[in-house]
């Protein structure tokens, strides 16, 4: 098993974990996936999700702040949706999908941390 499967496999063992994927937000396309299904097309999560990044990215150089973005939070109904850049790996995020009914949020956030840390290929 390839590290980045192994990665993913570990981001799915998070608790309330729906699914995971690894993106290139250059380009849209993610790099490897788990999990997700019928209730969460994760290549159109990935694709949708860059443009979020893209957006922040253009909003903090119109602002002229010199900063980077750890992670992006979106709340829905029943589910979190964490993205998260990789410090180590310039152009890609994590982007994972959470149950709001099961996960535990901070210790998610912490987990995907330890995760990119891990992270090599």
């Known amino acids: 098993?390839?590290?980045?499967?192994?990665?993913?496999?570990?981001?799915?063992?998070?608790?309330?974990?729906?699914?995971?994927?690894?993106?290139?937000?250059?380009?849209?396309?993610?790099?490897?996936t788990a999990g997700g299904g019928a209730g969460l097309d994760l290549e159109v999560a990935a694709a949708g999700n860059t443009e979020v990044i893209r957006a922040k990215m253009a909003t903090m150089n119109a602002l002229q702040l010199n900063d980077r973005i750890e992670d992006?939070?979106?709340?829905?109904?029943g589910q979190y949706h964490l993205i998260r850049l990789l410090a180590k790996h310039d152009g890609l995020f994590m982007y994972l999908a959470l149950s709001r009914e099961t996960a535990n949020l901070a210790m998610a956030r912490r987990q995907l941390q330890t995760i990119e840390e891990n992270l090599s290929f």
């Open 1 to 32: 098993m390839s590290q980045l499967e192994e990665s993913l496999k570990e981001a799915m063992a998070i608790t309330g974990a729906v699914g995971v994927a690894l993106v290139d937000y250059g380009s849209g396309m993610t790099l490897g």
């Open 72 to 77: 992006v939070l979106i709340t829905l109904g």
